[in-house]
């Protein structure tokens, strides 16, 4: 009898213990990855290859520079610069937002007999790192 008070005494005791409260939270999802940029690459129409200058009839010439790569959903910034090379003094500079593939440039402030180098720069506005450039000589004539 004894043996059976001390079972319904400590039965209560047993069966709280067994609960399933209080156990280890379910775990966080996964965060999912981050979706990833394709590399920046892009051609401009009157690039003359390296060695080679472009000439340019009168002061002024219209460039496009055509984003060849999947363009980022934020789009992209374009900036364009133009130098003397003989002092590397400022000629033309533009910069531009961009969600097209193909943007239009026009560099002007050409002055006929003097050696420039035109620097183009294509930056994903999302990835700042994602970024790419090419240069090429011109004169005006």
């Known amino acids: 009898m004894k043996t059976i008070k001390l079972l319904l005494v400590a039965l209560p005791f047993i069966l709280s213990s067994c ?6 939270p379910a775990p966080n999802p996964p965060t999912p990855p981050t979706p990833t940029e394709a590399n920046i690459t892009f051609t401009v129409d009157k690039d003359p290859g390296a060695g080679s200058i472009l000439g340019v009839v009168g002061t002024s010439q ?22 003397k090379d003989a002092d590397n003094s400022s000629v033309f500079s533009n910069s531009n937002s961009s969600v097209t593939v193909d943007n239009n440039v026009n560099i002007a402030g050409l002055t006929p007999g003097v050696l420039c180098t035109a620097t183009i720069v294509v930056t994903s506005k999302s990835t700042i790192t994602n970024t790419k450039s090419a240069s090429f000589k011109l004169a005006a004539k």
């Open 62 to 83: 219209p460039i496009v520079v055509k984003v060849t790569s999947a363009l980022p959903a934020a789009g992209v910034t374009i900036n364009v610069q133009v130098t």
């Open 19 to 24: 609960s399933k409260g209080g156990g280890t």
